[in-house]
């Protein structure tokens, strides 16, 4: 499958990883929109939120823990964004799920 997502979590593709496991897989924003800005994807090709299905539950779950998991690695005890842009509206620009991590600084509301 061509998509750029799939490829980084297979090592056909360089980044800079900050954590993985046999289902997740999560590195480095190329353009980063904060002093820490990570990106959390499940290994299995999904191709947004709105693509998620109830046996996916689990897995849904588990980026959202591990999320929370780097951001106390990266010591962002102040706080910290989880977003997940899907969709055209949603500003989603790779079509493979991901969770965005945004900290080191404070977030304005509402986004843009
Ligand atoms: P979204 O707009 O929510 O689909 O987010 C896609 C994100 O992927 C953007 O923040 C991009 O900066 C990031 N991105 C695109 N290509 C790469 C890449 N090769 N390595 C790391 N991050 C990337
Ligand atoms: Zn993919």
Redesign the pocket.
């Known amino acids: 499958m061509d998509c750029?997502?799939c490829k980084?979590a297979a090592g056909q593709?360089?980044?800079?990883p900050v954590y993985e496991d046999e289902d997740l897989f999560a590195?480095?924003?190329?353009?980063?929109?904060a002093p820490v800005?990570i990106?959390i994807i499940p290994r299995r090709h999904i191709a947004s939120l709105d693509h998620s299905a109830a046996g996916d539950a689990a897995l849904l779950g588990a980026l959202l823990e591990t999320a929370a998991k780097i951001a106390r690695d990266k010591g962002l005890a102040r706080g910290y964004r989880v977003?997940?842009?899907t969709g055209a509206d949603?500003?989603?620009?790779?079509?493979h799920l991901?969770v965005?991590l945004l900290g080191g600084r404070s977030m304005a509301w509402p986004p843009g």
């Open positions: 750029l997502f980084i593709i360089p980044a800079r590195f480095a924003d190329i353009n980063p929109q800005h990106l977003v997940i842009n949603g500003g989603q620009t790779v079509d991901h965005h």
